[in-house]
């Protein structure tokens, strides 16, 4: 698909490293393959402008369809509890309402949808929020158009988008939270096997279940076994759960 959003979005860097996040079962979905339904989207930005750009581009993915828009994050929510969207790609500085507040109530009353912050906050605070918040990806306004379409399919597979600049200043925040904090944890943490470890820290790079098989010269079925033992030992459900929790309590440490 050609850049056709001109300057409304355009990326001046691949869409490279970004963190995948599994099934709790620590499983990485194949559904792309087998998808008889299209991705259902809802467009949340209080620029109409920029809503009908994204309608646009969308439209040329024969597997992904614009079901609704919204123009701030009360009527995402809305929204959201109307149509069940798949996928809700939001702003976080909105009139009304921010994206980043609405996030909770989104997924209150659609559980199911999985949602992705497009903005141009290169903000930390942002950044933290929108994940604490629930957010499943966090992309920059820059990003080509074919960079959009690929971050709604991987999240709708079960990844987690975020754009590689982002990344990075998430890893030096986790890192420098770890150099300041002094308190001793009160509960062990649950013991991790040297491979469990070195699967996590592989995790922690941005491969995918595959990759890390061929980095340790194992099957992949036995990748998504120690995911999901990594998960189930933390009680977290996400690869990026996984790896924030380690790093804070210094299972893993990022040099």
């Known amino acids: 698909m050609a850049d056709s959003f001109g300057p409304v979005l355009r990326g001046r860097e691949p869409f ?36 009908r750009g994204l309608e646009i581009v969308l439209a040329q993915e024969e597997d992904i369809q614009v079901v609704g828009e919204a123009g701030d994050g009360a ?28 996030c909770t109530s989104i997924k209150e009353v659609a559980p199911s949808a999985k949602i992705i ?8 605070a942002d950044l933290y929020d929108a994940i604490k918040a629930g957010a499943t990806g966090y992309l920059l306004k820059e990003i080509s158009t074919d960079e959009v379409a690929t971050a709604i ?32 944890r009160l509960v062990p943490a649950p013991r ?32 998504k076994n120690h995911v999901r033992n990594i998960l189930e030992k933390l009680q977290l459900h996400s690869r990026m759960e996984a790896v924030v929790y380690a790093m804070r309590e210094k299972i893993l440490e990022i040099r």
């Open 192 to 223: 991790l096997t040297d491979r469990e470890l070195e699967v996590l820290k592989l995790v922690a790079t941005g491969m995918n279940n595959r990759d890390i098989a061929k980095e340790l010269f194992i099957s992949e079925n036995t990748v």
């Open 153 to 184: 399919r991987a999240v709708a597979d079960g990844q987690s988008q975020i754009s590689p600049s982002m990344a990075s200043k998430l890893l030096t925040e986790f890192k420098s939270m770890i150099q300041r904090t002094d308190e001793r």
């Open 75 to 102: 009527e995402a929510v809305d929204k959201a509890a109307d149509l069940l969207p798949d996928i809700v790609l939001m702003d976080v500085r909105m009139p009304r309402r921010g994206g980043i507040e609405a």
């Open 117 to 124: 912050m497009l903005t141009i906050s290169d903000e930390e």
């Open 16 to 51: 490279g490293a970004v963190t995948p996040e599994s099934a709790p079962d620590g499983s990485d979905s194949d559904s792309a393959d087998c998808r008889k339904e299209p991705i259902r989207v809802l467009v949340v930005d209080d620029h109409a402008l920029f809503r």
